[in-house]
């Protein structure tokens, strides 16, 4: 379903907590500002993850997104743009419509994920998170980083696709990501239609 953004939000407070928190493939999503909050214009996620978190290379069709580190090292990989190693205290803007991935390269990471609605549609990255991941029952990580592993991948390119998020196949993936090296899921390298290579 598609939405479209809409006027006059409210003014609230929200921190992260386990009532704010979604678990999804082991990384802890909690929504500070939701698309809803918003009027669909943006969204605030906090990010908690460890290194095999990272979901696989995708586009947003429909918002920017922008990552500002505040523990630990994120790897990204943006279209053919060179690969960029952000620090604590650093952010990477990821424009719309370029197919991005990255890795955590250190023991765990927390940033936050700004989401900014590009056109007619309403933010949708949150929506995709809260209905792929489950409610969080814990603020500390789980020691296995795929807790959440994949069922059926189709559900999550299905979900993605109803907001605005579009996964990279393998024939897209050189294309679209030509300096990256590939979807590490549990030990083994998967290319980006979700299939074991």
């Known amino acids: 379903m598609t939405q479209t953004k809409s006027a006059l939000p409210v003014a609230y407070q929200r921190g992260s907590t386990l009532d704010s928190t ?64 952000v620090n604590a205290g650093e952010m990477v803007f990821l424009p719309q419509g370029k197919a991005h991935a990255f890795y955590i390269r250190s023991p765990q990471v927390r940033a936050l994920i700004l989401v900014q609605a590009v056109g007619e549609h309403a933010v949708g990255l949150d929506r995709h998170l809260m209905a792929m991941g489950t409610p969080a029952t814990s603020m500390d990580l789980p020691t296995d980083p795929l807790t959440d592993e994949f069922v059926d991948p189709g559900d999550s390119i299905r979900v993605g696709a109803a907001n605005g998020i579009h996964f990279i196949s393998s024939g897209e993936n050189t294309k679209e990501l030509p300096h990256y090296p590939g979807f590490k899921f549990g030990g083994m390298t998967m290319n980006s239609s979700l299939k074991i290579e």
């Open 22 to 85: 979604t678990l999804y493939k082991g990384g802890l999503f909690s929504f500070l500002v939701k698309g809803e909050d918003s009027g669909g214009r943006d969204a605030t996620i906090e990010y908690r993850a460890k290194p095999g978190n990272e979901p696989a290379p995708y586009m947003n069709q429909w918002e920017h997104e922008t990552y500002y580190v505040l523990e630990g090292v994120m790897e990204f990989y943006c279209g053919d743009s060179e690969v960029m190693v």
